[in-house]
């Protein structure tokens, strides 16, 4: 029987990859890997995945992570960040500006 577990993360909740090669806003999440047969990497394929509307250097990307390679990104949006690239909600979720929230 398959265990599917619950996500961690909402959508536009701000996260940061573990080893900080990126911070963002969760967009979607799938319950298990959905991503190309076998490329899944070193992680496990049956946890949640997230696509992540990240913030780099040169603008925004949207990456698709793993829960485990995931944290919670508290604070880690600068206040010029939010108002350029999202729309906040009174729960303080993000959306990037094009898109609504859930």
Not at 9 to 37: K, L, N, S, T
Not at 39 to 61: C, H, T
Request: negative net charge.
């Amino acid at each position: 029987m398959t265990r599917i577990q619950t996500a961690r993360f909402a959508i536009g909740q701000i996260v940061r990859h573990r080893d900080d090669a990126f911070r963002g806003v969760v967009m979607d999440v799938d319950h298990a890997y959905e991503g190309p047969a076998g490329e899944s990497g070193l992680v496990r394929p049956d946890q949640p995945f997230y696509r992540v509307f990240a913030l780099g250097e040169d603008g925004g990307f949207v990456a698709y992570a793993a829960e485990g390679a995931l944290e919670d990104g508290d604070s880690v949006l600068l206040p010029d960040d939010a108002e350029r690239w999202f729309t906040t909600d009174g729960m303080g979720h993000h959306a990037p500006l094009d898109e609504r929230l859930h």
